[in-house]
T-cell receptor, first 113, second 111 residues
């Protein structure tokens, strides 16, 4: 049973527009969420995180929104750039000090110049 | 340069053989992890270690073994008991357990 779901395997966006990547979770114990970016044949790199005590966290062009009642989070990238083309993984854990991350299957973002 | 080094980048193994994947970190992180990625799948946790000489099974530990004799090193052995070993293996480390830093990965292919 998938506890973290990224229902869109792929997304194409025009350069300069907004990219919105979505993630849903089912485990009510999750209270810390992370987004990772991954290029082919490389390890994921950490992008941004959010604790369940917040509903928004911003870092430059990247903003993560959390809707706890809907068990839904989203990553907004504005403006999108060709270098953002990668696979984005959503991950969740029970507490920022936890040692286990549960990952979604990823969404492949393609930013078209 | 601080980071996580996985070696080799590509590895081929004959069926029935054990193989060990190396992971070294110089970030002084306490926790280390092994994940497996299959095409179209997310990352699944194999084993993790919070401290030297201690490790815990993740979601898919069967057919794998690890050791943590030094803080810097967390090698993963893929044994002949692992039924589908061909995959991309990722090692990670973290200072607190959440924001893990990943290595570049090892692609293992069984021939």
């Amino acid at each position: 049973d998938q506890q973290v779901k990224q229902n869109s395997p792929s997304l194409s966006v025009q350069e300069g527009r907004i990219s919105i990547l979505n993630c849903d979770y089912t485990n009510s114990m999750f209270d810390y969420f992370l987004w990772y970016k991954k290029y082919p044949a490389e390890g994921p790199t950490f992008l941004i995180s959010i604790s369940s005590i917040k509903d928004k966290n911003e870092d430059g062009r990247f903003t993560v929104f959390l809707n706890k009642s809907a068990k839904h989070l989203s990553l907004h990238i504005v403006p999108s750039q060709p270098g953002d083309s990668a696979v984005y993984f959503c991950a969740a854990t029970s507490g920022a000090g936890s040692y286990q991350l549960t990952f979604g299957k990823g969404t492949k973002l393609s930013v078209i110049p | 340069d601080g980071g996580i080094t996985q070696s080799p980048k590509y590895l081929f193994r004959k069926e029935g053989q054990n193989v060990t994947l190396s992971c070294e970190q110089n970030l002084n992180h306490d926790a280390m992890y092994w994940y497996r990625q299959d095409p179209g799948q997310g990352l699944r946790l194999i084993y993790y270690s919070q401290i030297v000489n201690d490790f815990q099974k993740g979601d898919i530990a069967e057919g794998y073994s690890v050791s943590r004799e030094k803080k810097e090193s967390f090698p993963l052995t893929v044994t002949s008991a692992q039924k589908n070993p061909t995959a991309f293996y990722l090692c990670a480390s973290s200072p607190r357990g959440a924001e893990a830093f990943f290595g570049q990965g090892t692609r293992l292919t069984v021939v």
